[in-house]
């Protein structure tokens, strides 16, 4: 892919919420405390403040965007990581609109591959998900976003993997042993991907 310098983190983790020390950042840290010995690093979508993607069509005829911003080094580290984390609080039922516009900026990708190209390492995409609710259905909606953004990336992901947090509001502790039991089943998986 043109443009590309290495970047160093094998899992990159893009978190979706405005706080970083909310409980999407601290369930993150927790699962990255159980990958030791593995470089990682954390982009707030919020702090990148990306563009939405306007449609203009750009990428249809080469790799890159009109807007320069954060996606810029986006871009490169969604090329050279091994994994991509997608963590996020939902809002309404979805991810918040920031990361959105980081994920429709991946409209790139989509028109690189659909031109041909092919993936130059196996990449993996996964998800830490966490909801003041506690309903049916609650993550579907952000699950069938990642699963066309993952896609788009020519990453492979697991579904049946993701750590999805659901009434994250009423936990008392948020290291209580149920969230570190799917912690540490997800870092145990991730470990053995990588
Ligand atoms: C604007 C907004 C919309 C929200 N919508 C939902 C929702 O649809 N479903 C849900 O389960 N929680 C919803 N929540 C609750 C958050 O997902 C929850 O408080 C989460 O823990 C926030 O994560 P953070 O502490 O990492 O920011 C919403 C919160 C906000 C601020």
């Known amino acids: 892919m043109p443009g590309s310098k290495k970047t160093n983190a094998a899992i990159v983790a893009l978190c979706g919420s405005p706080h970083t ?113 506690n309903y049916s259905t609650m993550f579907m909606p952000s699950v069938m976003t990642l699963r066309h953004l993952f896609n788009s990336l020519n990453y492979r992901f697991d579904e049946e993997k993701y750590v999805l947090l659901p009434d994250i509001n009423n936990k008392k502790d948020i290291k209580n042993d149920d969230i570190t039991k799917k912690i540490a089943t997800a870092a145990r998986y991730i470990k053995k991907l990588l």
């Open 21 to 133: 020390n909310g409980n999407t950042a601290t369930a993150l840290r927790l699962l990255f405390n159980e990958l030791t010995g593995i470089s990682k690093k954390i982009y707030f979508a919020y702090e990148l403040a990306v563009h939405p993607c306007t449609g203009c069509g750009f990428c249809s005829r080469e790799f890159g965007c009109i807007f320069d911003d954060g996606m810029n080094e986006l871009y490169d580290v969604l090329q050279n990581s091994r994994m991509l984390i997608i963590a996020s609080p939902l809002y309404f039922s979805h991810l918040p609109s920031p990361l959105k516009s980081i994920i429709d900026r991946c409209q790139v990708f989509w028109e690189y591959y659909n031109r041909g190209n092919t993936p130059r390492q196996q990449q993996y995409g996964f998800a830490l998900l966490v909801g003041g609710g």
